[in-house]
């Protein structure tokens, strides 16, 4: 049997990518080398446009009953004196969730997983370590051996790789990884109150320790999270010893108010694959870029990865032109690459000695305020969403109430194509709704907002073209489905 799609690797990323690519009946293998699910926590932070694919994913509402909402992180220095704050709007966005959620990122991987073993195209094959990639025009082979050391061997028309930081697929690819300097190492410790502890606070705090600095992370229920700058000559194994971790938690905690969940030591990177493609091959996730953790995003850009690359996916084993496929990479990676940018001058800032300039480098649009914004940034332009034209497009798509069906937008939509427009269009993209503006005036605003009359919401939901009326829709994209 030849798959259409293999996934390598069932970490959140490649969960999310096999849930969007099952849902829509396509035939998706998923694999990992584990048996069992990664269960030591890793994320702890996530979005509200990341909600919104889980949303899609169909996990939200479960999720959420997991979930707190983040009020933000203050950055302050050795005295606590308030250097930036973060704060986290705690109103409902426009992508129709809250900003800012803290999470467990094992809670978010069972549902993930729950979800993709209940769709009837999926296929998930666990203990199978993959060795090696081999593509022919028609399809590409993922060969490896079961832990029992079993040779396996599948075959899939595409294969992606989430399979993380050491993926293999990138190796099959090649072109290597975009290396922007940081690296640093971290401790990572993971504790479970045995007595409440309210005065910790329920903000996440960067402490600017030039000698030794430190995050604390304030997660869902009993979990509290801190994080520690390794320094040159210090070993794992020293670091990891209980009777350090408390000494350098005691400022805080001691074992009298928790247990100790885990220690790690783990190493923190800046770098971007510079080849997201090569004919069937894919990769997504750590995959394709690595940040450094300081603004929680480093899962959250491999979920939008997914989401970018499943609709393209789909409409290639429909018959669409593969080189549907190169807009993947042109819009996803500047996009990435903008989070781990930014992750890294809020490491300068945490590290830093000089304040006044970090606090510049970590909000270059402050002007020296002392409050820091989200940044938002707009895919790379592609032949498809020329992100350039103008300040819209390659910006997601606001997530209305449509005032007709009291349904949200994306649950109407699905992960589908949307046109919004007061004409009905004549052409549409396969799979396509539309959304008659005349009878939602959320819908009708927008399009007034936009100073147009007719827009495409694209499956991933940002807004892919704009025109006077719904026949110039798709004059660019339309190419690519006429193959
Ligand atoms: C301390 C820490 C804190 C973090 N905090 C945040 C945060 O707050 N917010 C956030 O968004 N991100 C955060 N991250 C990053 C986040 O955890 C990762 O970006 C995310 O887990 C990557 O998901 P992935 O699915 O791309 O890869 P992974 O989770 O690494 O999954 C890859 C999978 O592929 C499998 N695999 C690999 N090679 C093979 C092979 N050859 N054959 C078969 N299987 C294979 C592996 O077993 C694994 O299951 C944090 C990371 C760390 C370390």
């Known amino acids: 049997m030849i798959y259409d799609v293999a996934v390598l690797g069932f970490g959140p990323t490649g969960a999310t990518l096999g849930n969007l690519l099952a849902a829509q009946g396509v035939s998706v293998l998923v694999v990992d080398r584990e048996a069992a699910m990664y269960h030591l926590p890793r994320a702890v932070h996530f979005d509200d446009e ?7 994913v169909g996990i939200a509402d479960d999720l959420l009953e997991k979930v707190r909402v983040n009020p933000g ?19 409902i966005t426009p992508h129709g969730w809250n900003a800012s959620y803290r999470l467990h990122q ?6 993930l997983r729950d979800k993709l073993a209940s769709e009837a195209s999926a296929n998930i094959q666990t203990g199978f370590d993959v060795t090696a990639l081999g593509q022919t025009e028609r399809c590409v082979t ?26 293999v697929t990138r190796s099959e690819i090649g072109g290597g990884m975009d290396d922007l300097g940081f690296e640093e ?16 606070g329920d903000h996440s705090i960067q402490f600017c320790n030039p000698d030794r600095p430190m995050t604390y992370c304030r997660s869902p229920g009993e979990r509290r999270r801190w994080e520690i700058t390794v320094k040159e000559g210090e070993s794992d194994a020293d670091m990891t010893d209980p009777a350090r971790v408390w000494q350098l938690l005691s400022r805080w905690i001691t074992p009298e108010d928790a247990d100790l969940e885990r220690r790690a030591v783990y190493t923190f990177r800046s770098q971007v694959a510079k080849t997201w493609r090569r004919g069937r091959m894919l990769i997504a996730g750590d995959a394709a870029h690595l940040t450094p953790p300081f603004m929680g995003q ?27 496929l190169d807009t993947y990479q042109s819009e996803r990676a500047p996009h990435a690459r903008a989070y781990v940018e930014t992750a890294m001058r809020l490491g300068g800032l945490i590290n830093s000695l000089d304040r006044a300039a970090a606090l510049k480098l970590a909000d270059p649009h402050g002007a020296g305020a002392t409050q820091m914004r989200s940044i938002a940034p707009t895919l ?15 910006r997601p798509f606001a997530q ?27 052409k549409m993209l396969p799979g396509a709704r539309w959304i008659d503006a005349g009878k939602h005036p959320a819908i009708a605003r927008a399009l007034s907002d936009l100073n147009v009359g007719a827009a495409w919401v694209r499956p991933d939901r940002y807004l892919g073209a704009m025109s006077p009326h719904p026949d110039g829709l798709f004059d660019a994209v339309l190419p690519y489905f006429d193959a």
């Open 380 to 394: 790379g332009p592609s032949p498809i969403t020329n992100s350039r034209q103008n300040d819209h497009l390659g």
């Open 142 to 167: 993922l060969s490896g051996h079961m832990q029992d050391g079993t040779p396996k061997s599948y075959q899939a028309r595409y294969v992606v790789g989430c399979d993380g930081a050491n993926s």
């Open 185 to 200: 190492r971290w401790l990572v410790v993971d504790l479970l109150l045995k007595r409440p502890r309210p005065d910790l």
């Open 73 to 91: 992180m203050k950055f302050v220095d050795n005295d606590d004196t308030l250097l930036l704050d973060w704060p986290r709007p705690q109103e």
């Open 106 to 111: 094992p809670d978010l991987e069972k549902l």
């Open 50 to 56: 990341v909600m919104r694919v889980f949303q899609t």
């Open 298 to 324: 480093g899962m959250c850009t491999g979920i939008r990865d997914a989401a970018n690359l499943a609709w393209k996916l789909i409409a290639c084993l429909n018959g669409a032109d593969d080189r549907l």
């Open 400 to 426: 209305f109430d449509l005032d007709c069906s009291h349904r949200r937008f994306d649950d109407f939509v699905g992960y589908n194509h949307a046109v919004i427009s007061a004409a009905q269009p004549r």
